[in-house]
């Protein structure tokens, strides 16, 4: 048996709160997520630093200083690419989760609007397949917009990954660049 338009439009506030709930609960995750990956870089930079600064006061020389300078460069940028890597993993996870509730909520008002127009053409009056035909054609335009952000936004994610890739290596291939003219500096 049919809902009635207040059940509908009450079962529609409840599934909206649900989904809600639902997205705040997931994005807390994440913010949780990436407070525990702030604190335990910050810990372990720290303490990197602590032992970084012990050697650098027990150096004796200029050329001990520059190669101890050196060989932090290299892991340093690596540790920064783990982050970034790290970051945009949390990030990814959330869109997904994010555009797995889009996604259904968007097949469940698709598949309601859909039997709202074919209820509708059922028991529209003689004359109106015009305005029918032109709410589904609506209805099909509206499909491939949201396709299509869908790819856009896939694609954005993409191309932020593949930048931050391309930004780490080089950053990690001008510390060992660094590193080396320091150990050869270091040895003169």
């Known amino acids: 048996m049919p809902m009635s338009p207040p059940e509908q439009f009450a079962a529609a506030q409840a599934a909206s709160f649900d989904i809600l709930a639902g997205l705040t609960s997931k994005a807390l995750d994440s913010?949780?997520?990436?407070?525990e990956l702030n604190l335990q870089t910050m810990k372990s930079t720290?303490?990197?630093?602590?032992?970084?600064?012990?050697?650098?006061?027990?150096?004796?020389d200029p050329g001990e200083r520059l190669a101890l300078?050196?060989?932090?460069?290299?892991?340093?940028?690596?540790?920064?690419?783990?982050?970034g890597r790290q970051l945009i993993e949390i990030a990814e996870a959330t869109r997904a989760d994010f555009a797995k509730v889009a996604e259904a909520q968007y097949a469940e008002n698709k598949r309601l609007m859909q039997e709202f127009i074919d209820g509708?053409?059922?028991g529209a009056p003689a004359g109106s397949e015009a305005a029918m035909a032109a709410w589904k054609s609506a209805l099909a335009a509206t499909t491939s917009l949201?396709?299509?952000?869908?790819?856009?936004?896939t694609h954005a994610v993409e191309v932020a990954e593949s930048n931050l890739n391309i930004a780490a290596n080089a950053a990690s291939n001008a510390a060992q660049q660094a590193t080396g003219q320091a150990a050869r500096a270091a040895k003169r």
């Open 31 to 35: 913010l949780q997520k990436v407070a």
């Open 120 to 122: 509708t053409t059922k």
């Open 69 to 83: 300078q050196a060989s932090l460069m290299q892991p340093a940028a690596e540790k920064a690419q783990a982050y």
């Open 146 to 153: 949201y396709e299509a952000m869908q790819q856009t936004a």
């Open 46 to 60: 720290l303490a990197e630093s602590q032992d970084s600064t012990r050697k650098a006061f027990a150096a004796t």
